[in-house]
């Protein structure tokens, strides 16, 4: 053991600094992959509950049924063979699902997971979060554009075009965060939460944050705004001639971006790694400090409602959806925004101090 705390020590700083660095992406990234597995099992569970169905029991692990059901999908699909269309674009083809997915992996640099801990601790982390969760879109137009097949290439045109009109209103919505937490950095923005539940953005700004989950929900093409698998309409969408491993990896994704906006939704509305119990006198020590576990049970509480509202709601006609979006979702940011900027001239509510 000393010798190897002496080779550690002699190797160069910025050696160090990089080793240290690769191994937290790898705590991050590891944990992250596996959620994602979870969470199709939780999935098909929950909702099976919801309809009265039992969900996956047949592929066990550790005793308990089901278990095991993601990661046989996970086998099924590497052994599939992955067909290109002979006309495509092969470049475009292979790399659309990696642009898809390495923009829901990276967002989490920023991410502070616990008090003092983020991977990157930049100062425009909000930007970075805006820049990344925009980019996901190209992952999806290269996909219907390079099959050369029009049932792809239009299942993209609308995929893309409501991912298009709900990043404004998420843009106008992290406005009003940037306005109440008057910083870029996640971590300064958790940190302007104190004070316990009612000091947590998501009171003073609820239009905001009830614009700015349902505009992550449809993000990232989910119930009830799934059109791009419109099957009675366009087949499956922009990834309908895709097979194998890079089929998965759209649904990687997919679920990925779910667990980004129920991170993103916590840290940004309701303190993040902060504890609801802060600053009640009578409740023990433990439950007022913050840590890590606050943060996953608000997260895990966000993804549940991903999960009620594919059972519960059916999928909307596709102008609906786009209506939704340009004329009532981005007139209330803006609205609230305004409104936001007098309560701050005025000193009201959390501005008071």
Excluded at 278 to 284: A, D, I, L, S
Excluded at 294 to 305: N, T
Aim: aromatic share 16%.
């Amino acid at each position: 053991m000393s010798g190897l705390i002496d080779l550690w020590m002699g190797l160069p700083g910025q050696l160090r600094y990089l080793v240290v660095t690769l191994l937290q992406i790898v705590a991050i990234l590891l944990p992250l992959i596996i959620c994602v597995a979870l969470l199709t099992l939780v999935e098909r569970k929950v909702i099976g509950y919801m309809q009265a169905r039992v969900g996956p029991n047949r592929v066990n692990l550790f005793g308990i049924k089901g278990l095991g059901q993601p990661f046989a999908d996970v086998v099924k699909l590497l052994i599939k063979e992955v067909v290109v269309p002979a006309r495509s674009n092969q470049f475009l083809f292979v790399i659309a699902p990696i642009l898809a997915l390495v923009p829901a992996f990276a967002t989490w640099a920023v991410i502070p997971l616990w008090p003092g801990f983020t991977l990157a601790n930049v100062d425009a982390g909000l930007l970075y979060v805006l820049a990344l969760t925009s980019a996901g879109v190209y992952g999806i137009i290269l996909a219907g554009w390079a099959t050369n097949s029009k049932y792809a290439f239009l299942g993209a045109m609308r995929s893309a075009a409501q991912i298009v009109a709900y990043e404004i209103a998420m843009g106008f919505a992290l406005v009003g965060v940037l306005m109440a937490g008057g910083s870029l950095n996640l971590g300064d923005i958790i940190e302007s939460q104190r004070g316990g539940p009612g000091s947590w953005f998501w009171l003073w700004l609820f239009p905001l944050f009830i614009v700015y989950f349902i505009s992550g929900v449809a993000e990232t093409n989910r119930a009830p705004f799934d059109v791009a698998e419109g099957e009675s309409e366009i087949v499956a969408g922009f990834h309908v001639e895709y097979s194998g491993m890079a089929f998965a990896l759209f649904f990687l994704a997919e679920y990925a971006n779910m667990i980004l906006v129920a991170a993103l939704t916590s840290v940004f509305f309701f303190g993040g790694w902060l504890s609801p119990f802060e600053g009640y006198p009578f409740m023990p020590a433990f439950l007022q400090a913050p840590g890590f576990h606050w943060f996953a049970i608000k997260l895990s509480f966000f993804l549940f409602c991903f999960l009620w509202f594919r059972a519960t709601f059916p999928r909307y006609r596709y102008d609906q959806i786009m209506r939704l979006g340009w004329k009532v979702f981005i007139p209330i940011t803006i609205v609230w925004i305004v409104v936001e900027g007098v309560m701050v001239y005025f000193k009201v509510g959390p501005w008071a101090v």
